[in-house]
């Protein structure tokens, strides 16, 4: 009797073990697991892990290039998307996603990116990639594209013969230095309990230089060869996420696909299309209050350009959101004459002030065609490890970028449910606890 009785408590300690592993259940439904990077249930999370701040820090550091990038995405008349998220943005991730891809399922950690379509994975074989890779031998459902497939015509930096059949290839430069090579391929995407057959995505066969991807990278952009765009009716280009904060070390946010589980009584804006950067999702703002002040801003910087791509996105890799300098510079004035200084730079931020002076501190309100967004305290600002000094947690656009283009960035986004309606062109916003 002792022993079976030791044999059910044992059981039932695991049980429960398994019942409160954050890490040790995906939802039974559509939904998918959005885990902070640097997070308990990241396979990329530090044996050590550092200050909340200095994590913040670090991924903040990287959006320069970061918004560089996305400045720079000007659709060629030959190229709807690029294959892979170019530049610098494979080394930049900050929420990753489970997903299985093959048959049988192959478990990769992807990031999760708003502002790129076409997925990509590196692929065993891959010189210089990760440990962890894609096997198409062991797929049942593995199939090649050639270049005279639609798909192909996608790709960005295509190395296709003129005339004849050969397998869709392309290489891409990022980082300055790092360089990429992959074949167009498809297979089955496992999502939670849905399976997106014929999926199309980057398969990677080599890298080069400093920089060595995740996983992968799950395209979630506006483009034909999204996720969204390919899964079709699956999911009707509906998809909502809830970013949870990177406080969160031991909690995961998530990512519900298809119109089933959303919001119904949700404020939304429209959502904006450039043809010349046509896998941004924009917004109208229209103005930006600083506690009951709504700061003056001329129109032009507010104002969406389709023909230049000038206006505001909204995005889920940056890390800061950027304000061209005039609105930055707007919101900065109005901020200090509350706030008692002085006032510091740290990294990134340039309004550091004494934490004492929090309590003084205004809400910053950003107002969209048919919906205002009060940032709590916890989006905007951010604490030194020691606690004593506070920083207003936007930036202004980096110098070095030639853009008119604002982003609002995961940091502010977090604890909130954002709603993309791809097909009826709206985007929603509500408060939710991410955890």
Same mark, same amino acid.
């Given at each position: 009797?002792? %022993?079976?009785?030791?044999?059910? %408590? +044992?059981?039932?300690?695991?049980?429960?073990?398994?019942? +409160?592993?954050? *890490?040790?259940?995906?939802?039974?439904?559509?939904?998918?697991?959005?885990?902070?990077?640097?997070? !308990? *249930?990241?396979? %990329?999370?530090?044996?050590?892990?550092?200050?909340? %701040? =200095?994590?913040?820090? =670090?991924?903040? @550091? !990287?959006?320069?290039?970061?918004?560089?990038?996305l400045s720079s995405l000007l659709a060629q008349k030959t190229t709807a998307v690029p294959i892979a998220s170019g530049q610098q943005v494979l080394n930049i991730g900050n929420y990753i996603v489970r997903v299985k891809i093959g048959t049988p399922g192959q478990l990769m950690f992807m990031v999760l990116d708003t502002s790129n379509d076409v997925a990509w994975v590196p692929c065993s074989g891959c010189t210089r990639c990760s440990a962890t890779t894609f096997s198409p031998n062991t797929s049942s459902t593995y199939g090649s594209l050639d270049c005279g497939l639609p798909q192909c015509a996608q790709v960005r930096g295509l190395s296709c013969p003129a005339t004849g059949s050969a397998a869709c290839s392309f290489n891409q430069s990022y980082g300055g230095d790092s360089s990429f090579s992959a074949n167009l391929v498809r297979d089955s995407l496992g999502l939670a309990n849905d399976i997106v057959p014929d999926f199309?995505?980057? *398969?990677?066969?080599?890298i080069s230089? /400093?920089?060595?991807?995740?996983?992968?990278?799950?395209?979630?952009? #506006?483009?034909?060869?999204? +996720?969204?765009?390919? @899964?079709?009716?699956? $999911?009707? /280009?509906?998809? @909502?996420?809830c970013l949870p904060s990177f406080k969160s070390y031991y909690f995961s946010g998530s990512l !519900?696909? /298809?119109?089933?589980?959303?919001?119904?009584?949700? #404020?939304?804006?429209?959502?904006?299309?450039?043809?010349?950067?046509? @896998?941004? $999702?924009y917004v109208n703002l229209t103005g930006i209050s600083v506690g009951r002040v709504q700061v003056?801003?001329?129109?032009? $910087?507010?104002a969406f350009n389709p023909n230049t791509g000038a206006g505001t996105i909204i995005d889920s890799g940056t890390v800061v959101t950027r304000f061209v300098q005039p609105i930055y510079k707007a919101i900065r004035d109005e901020f200090v004459k509350h706030v008692k200084g002085p006032f510091t730079t740290i990294g990134v931020f340039d309004t550091c002030f004494d934490a004492t002076a929090e309590a003084e501190a205004p809400l910053i309100t950003l107002h969209f065609e048919g919906l205002s967004m009060t940032l709590p305290m916890e989006n905007s600002f951010l604490h030194t490890s020691a606690g004593s000094r506070a920083c207003l947690a936007i930036a202004p656009v980096p110098n070095n970028v030639n853009a008119a283009m604002n982003v609002i960035a995961n940091l502010q986004q977090q604890n909130h449910r954002i709603l993309f309606d791809v097909i009826n062109s709206r985007l929603g916003i509500a408060r939710e606890a991410c955890n």
């Open positions: 009797m002792d %022993f079976i009785a030791t044999i059910l %408590f +044992l059981a039932l300690v695991i049980s429960s073990a398994k019942a +409160l592993d954050p *890490c040790g259940s995906q939802p039974d439904d559509s939904d998918l697991l959005v885990i902070p990077i640097y997070g !308990k *249930c990241s396979p %990329f999370n530090p044996p050590k892990p550092d200050s909340w %701040f =200095n994590t913040v820090m =670090n991924m903040a @550091s !990287k959006d320069p290039a970061r918004v560089k990038y199309a995505f980057g *398969c990677i066969n080599a230089g /400093g920089s060595v991807p995740p996983q992968g990278l799950l395209g979630l952009g #506006r483009g034909p060869m999204s +996720l969204i765009s390919q @899964s079709g009716a699956l $999911y009707s /280009g509906v998809f @909502s996420y !519900k696909l /298809g119109a089933v589980g959303q919001p119904k009584n949700i #404020r939304t804006t429209p959502l904006l299309k450039s043809p010349h950067r046509p @896998s941004l $999702y003056p801003i001329a129109l032009e $910087y507010l």
